[in-house]
Nanobody, 116 residues
C-alpha cells in the first residue's frame, strides 16, 4: 500500500513563502503524474499544479508565477514552493499521484493559512 504524507503547511503573513512536501512510502508503484490540489472552506477542490514524469509542469492561473512544483526521485518526495502568498491561498493542500494504470493516491492534506 502506498502512503503519501504532506508536511510544511502552517500560518504565514501575506507576501511570505512556504514549501510543502509530499513524501511517498510503502509498496513500490509506478507514478505517472503528480499534482497539488487545494480546497478552501465552502469551495470546490482546485487543481493548483501538475508535474508529469517527463518534467512538464502546469499551473492554475491564480498561482502562476508564484508557485513551483518539483520532485525529488531519490527522496520519493513531491514539493510545492509557494511564494508571494495571498490570503486567498488559504486552504487545505493535498498531493495526488496518478500511476501508469490510472490509479489515484492521495495524501491527508496540510493546512495553509495566509493572514493579511
Amino acid at each position: 500500500q502506498v502512503q503519501l504524507v504532506e508536511s510544511g503547511g502552517g500560518l504565514v503573513t501575506a507576501g511570505g513563502s512556504l514549501r510543502l512536501s509530499c513524501a511517498a512510502s510503502g509498496a513500490p508503484f509506478s507514478p505517472n503524474t503528480f499534482h497539488w490540489y487545494r480546497q478552501a472552506p465552502g469551495e470546490r477542490r482546485e487543481l493548483v499544479a501538475s508535474l508529469t514524469s517527463g518534467g512538464s509542469t502546469g499551473y492554475a492561473d491564480s498561482v502562476k508565477g508564484r508557485f513551483t512544483i518539483s520532485g525529488d526521485n531519490a527522496k520519493n518526495t513531491l514539493y510545492l514552493q509557494m511564494s508571494s502568498l495571498k490570503p486567498e491561498d488559504t486552504a487545505v493542500y493535498s498531493c495526488n499521484i496518478v500511476d501508469i494504470w490510472g490509479r489515484y493516491y492521495w495524501g491527508q492534506g496540510t493546512q495553509v493559512t495566509v493572514s493579511s
